[in-house]
């Protein structure tokens, strides 16, 4: 998610923007603090701001607001986990979109396994995103796309779907496998599990 300040601002009342003015700002100083001393943590005034997002500037904005004061706190990858292990599914669903921006390697590839294993298709949307297409591993990524069917996520939030599902026959297979339980147990096949199916198939057999 790369929204703007700009855009953001078109779509939020004047108190709301005074809001996420002081809350921008106090991001931005986190950024260029240096580091904190050893010793137990107390949450930076900006995290608290991410935390409230929804409140002060609505639910409808709160994942674009919380994604742009982690981007503008450079929050690393032990920050991003730690407000994930303690946030809402609202606060957890944005730091998993904001992971392509933040987090150049697989490290945080542990929030993204997290989120796979609940049944919050919010969470299991944003977890599919380009973060997981970059760094999941075959076998990782083949069953959070079944996920997707089993939850009713759409195929198309699987980000980089076309690319890595090409000529991929193991994902085909588990595809067919799970089509076939579902026919045999009197179920209806989700209609993206064909379209998924289809991306599997090499040219030469398309």
Do not use: I
């Not at 809001?19 to 260029?32: N, P, S, T």
């Not at 032990?78 to 944005?94: D, F, K, M, S, V």
């Not at 990524?141 to 991929?168: E, I, M, N, Q």
């Amino acid at each position: 998610m790369t929204t703007t300040r700009k855009a953001l601002d078109d779509r939020l009342g004047r108190a709301a923007r005074a809001w996420l003015d002081e809350a921008l700002a106090e991001a931005a100083r986190a950024a260029a603090a240096p580091p904190a001393p050893a010793g137990p943590y107390v949450s930076a005034s900006w995290e608290l701001r991410f935390a409230s997002a929804g409140r002060h500037c609505g639910q409808q904005h709160a994942d674009s607001v919380r994604t742009l004061l982690l981007r503008t706190a450079r929050a690393d990858t032990e920050t991003l986990t730690r407000l994930y292990r303690h946030g809402t599914a609202a606060e957890r669903r944005a730091v998993l979109l904001a992971l392509p921006s933040l987090v150049p390697g697989p490290e945080a590839l542990p929030l993204v396994e997290d989120a796979l294993r609940t049944n919050d298709t919010r969470l299991v949307a944003a977890a599919v995103g380009p973060y997981a297409a970059a760094h999941l591993d075959p076998h990782a990524w083949r069953h959070a796309v079944l996920k997707c069917l089993f939850t009713g996520v759409p195929a198309d939030a699987v980000a980089g779907l076309s690319r890595r599902a090409h000529g991929d026959a193991e994902l085909a297979r588990m595809l067919a496998d799970y089509a076939a339980e579902r026919t045999a147990a009197g179920r209806l096949v989700p209609a993206d599990l064909h379209r998924v199916l289809a991306l599997t198939v090499p040219p030469e057999e398309s």
